[in-house]
């Protein structure tokens, strides 16, 4: 498959050669940003503040009908909150794929419940004689997220918060194929794709599989220091870039969202 | 089938339609339900073998089938598996609530809608989810005395290995106790040619005739004559080894 | 009429005594039509076609001797259309290819042993005719005979006859008979009603 894209000159002059972070900080420790084309992975530990920085590396958005974000954790709402919060551009696109399931799986479950409890009334039973298919709900949602970051165009950002809802249904190798799939359509299209997963829903092989395919690997850890938590991220690998290779600090202000810490601790 | 049944299957009778793959059983149970529905009868045909796309698909070749009935509510062809979907009970396996949901569910359909005349294609798919026998026992009993008491008259169709005079109608040990009538369906075997044969061995209520007919399956319905005493020499019914 | 046979012309003549006979017949008898094995056609067209023609019945015919192509085109080539006559073509199936034939009015069945079907099927046929008095004609009890044991072949024959006799279909019994067995013969004779000889062939 040797597709080519043919890019405007303009938009090349517009988007250049790297994107943001959403951070200005880590784009200046990345030495401008994320280059096009890549895929970021994130392995997560839980209280490392990774949601978040999902959130927050969608805000760039260049082209905000080219930029999505697809959640599996969270609700619209919940997420239209930190958006406003932190004053980033709510006029992306938004697919929570995991209220979609709650809604159609839990829908479906108190549906059944009430038929078992209530019986079928007459409307009811005509709906039934009728209805000639199961009405599957078991609908594959990791086609469907895969689809969403293959319809985005050149110069497209993507992040996906977080591959634990797939890796937790899926068969793993499957979701791999999928992240290979995105990654090529990534680096075809310029475009920048972000991928959070949690370092205890996947195997190490599993893990090393998706650190091979990742143009960029973050680790997000958790630690106390005293009373206090200390969050970090380890950039572990930056393809063609060894020098980008670093471990930084950060914590959470309400102005900025996620910000890396200047001064330095001792532990 | 009137002529054997010296007028018929009694009202609110459970028959069993026991019989080999391929001998008429779902063409049987169909016929019984478009005569019913030609007389204005509600009917019902709920198919765990065949999707009912298929089933109506196949059907269709009847002359005596008229889509309208489907169309119309007179035949309600309910799908198994979407009924089950519904109910929440698309699983491996039911327990004894799922039992209980089920069997409301199908009586809940005959009382609504009024149905006198009920087919359920077939008894041994359904029953392949329900793991214990005690349970199915259970599960057929119950349905059987409920759908009676509604005045339905039912005609449950199980699939068996052999229709040889040794052999049980019953897939789950109970299904010939419970039921007030028995029609067993298969195939002797005549010079390697297989001819389709229909005989009633029980049925309540009725001075039936207890000899074996050979039965076609014609676009107006199942036909059947006695079959020849003297073909009995040389028939075996023992296809399958049984 | 006129037809070329092996390439030599020959008059086809019916026999008109045939017709007369069957004038005194009523719907529900059951005749049993002796032929030889020269003039088996001659007499089977001699029954069927005044029973077409005059009596406007339509029926069916069961082919256990040969199969139902051949006689429909042997009828076609003396000139008589019998696209409103059903056939019940128990030789073909075992004749590979034989089936596969553009006729609309041919029903198969696998084996003439499977004798329960030739009478179902027959009762369907007569029961989707159009026509209001039918024929039912069996050719012949000798083929019959091949393939079924005598005793069943009897038992076959009672039934049959006594089926259509019921119904008021006229039932035409075609045999050879110094070539069916006794027992069938004998069992027709005591069966049927009427009896049409022509089982010997007066040579001038």
């Known amino acids: ?267 | 089938m009137d002529e054997i049944l010296r007028g018929g299957i009694p009202y609110g009778s459970t028959v069993l339609a026991a019989g080999t793959c391929g001998s008429g059983k779902t063409t049987l149970g169909m016929e019984f339900l478009v005569r019913g529905a030609l007389a204005g009868e509600a009917c019902a045909h709920f198919t765990a073998t065949e999707p009912s796309v298929k089933l109506l698909e196949n059907i269709r070749q009847y002359a005596f089938f008229d889509m309208n009935m489907i169309d119309s509510g007179l035949i309600n062809v309910f799908d198994m598996d979407v009924l089950y979907s519904w109910l929440g009970l698309d699983k491996a396996s039911f327990d004894l609530e799922d039992v209980h949901a089920l069997i409301k569910a199908i009586v809940d359909i005959v009382n609504t809608i009024g149905v006198t005349r009920l087919v359920i294609d077939s008894v041994t798919t359904l029953c392949y989810k329900i793991k214990s026998e005690q349970l199915i026992r259970d599960f057929l009993f119950t349905l059987g005395k409920k759908l009676a008491t509604l005045g339905c008259t039912t005609i449950l169709i199980s699939e068996i290995t052999s229709a040889s005079e040794n052999a049980h109608w019953s897939s789950f040990g109970v299904e010939e106790a419970i039921a007030d009538g028995i029609i067993v369906m298969g195939d002797v075997e005549r010079m390697g040619h297989l001819l389709r044969f229909l005989q009633v061995v029980k049925m309540r209520g009725t001075s039936h005739s207890r000899a074996k007919h050979s039965i076609e399956l014609t676009p107006l319905g199942v036909m059947l004559t006695p079959m020849l005493k003297w073909g009995a020499v040389n028939d075996n019914t023992n296809r399958w080894g049984a | 009429m006129i037809t070329q046979t092996g390439g030599v012309l020959d008059l086809f003549e019916l026999d008109q005594r045939i017709a007369e006979q069957l004038s005194e017949v009523s719907l529900s008898s059951s005749i049993q039509v002796r032929c030889g094995n020269s003039n088996a056609f001659m007499v089977t067209a001699s029954t069927m076609i005044p029973l077409m023609q005059m009596f406007e019945m339509g029926g069916v015919y069961i082919c256990a001797t040969r199969g139902a192509v051949e006689i429909i085109e042997a009828f076609e080539t003396i000139g008589i259309d019998v696209s409103n006559i059903q056939f019940i073509d128990l030789v073909s199936s075992g004749i590979l290819g034989g089936t596969d034939v553009q006729y609309s009015n041919i029903t198969f069945i696998d084996s003439p042993i499977m004798l329960e079907s030739v009478l179902l099927r027959t009762l369907y046929r007569l029961r989707i005719a159009n026509t209001e008095r039918n024929f039912v004609l069996i050719d012949s009890v000798n083929s019959l005979a091949i393939y079924n044991e005598e005793k069943m072949l009897a038992e076959y024959l009672h039934t049959f006859i006594n089926t259509f006799r019921q119904r008021e279909v006229l039932t035409v019994i075609l045999n050879v008979p110094d070539q069916v067995p006794p027992s069938v013969l004998s069992n027709l004779d005591l069966y049927c009603t009427d009896l049409i000889d022509r089982g010997q062939v007066v040579i001038h």
């Open chain 1, 1 to 267: 498959m040797n597709k080519q894209i043919k890019f405007d000159s303009e938009d090349e002059d517009f988007f250049g050669s790297v994107g943001s972070f959403g951070v200005p900080k880590f784009d200046n420790a990345m030495h401008g940003g994320v280059p096009r084309g890549f895929l970021v992975v994130g392995f997560t530990e839980v209280g490392s503040g990774s949601e978040l920085f999902a959130k927050q590396f969608t805000s760039p958005a260049e082209e905000p009908d080219n930029t999505i974000l697809i959640s599996t954790d969270e609700s619209q709402l919940e997420i239209a909150r930190v958006f406003k919060k932190y004053n980033w551009p709510t006029d992306i696109a938004v697919r929570t794929l995991g209220e979609e399931y709650n809604a159609r799986v839990l829908e479906k479950e108190l549906l059944a419940s009430r038929y078992r409890l209530e019986g079928f009334k007459l409307p009811d039973i005509q709906r039934l004689a009728q209805t000639r298919f199961v009405d599957d709900d078991t609908q594959d949602f990791l086609t469907e997220m895969t689809n969403e970051v293959m319809a985005m165009g050149p110069y497209f950002r993507a992040v996906i918060d977080s591959l634990d809802f797939f890796m937790q249904r899926e068969d793993p190798g499957r979701v791999v194929a999928m992240l290979r799939m995105m990654q090529a359509h990534t680096q075809l299209n310029r475009g920048i794709l972000f991928i959070t997963v949690s370092n205890d829903t996947i195997t190490p092989a599993v893990k090393q599989e998706m650190a091979a395919i990742a143009d960029m690997v973050c680790d997000f850890k958790v630690r106390t220091i005293g009373s206090d938590f200390e969050t970090s991220m380890i950039v572990s690998k930056f393809r063609n870039a060894p020098e980008n290779l670093s471990i930084m600090v950060y914590r959470v202000t309400p102005e900025e969202g996620i910000t890396p810490e200047t001064v330095e601790r001792i532990a």
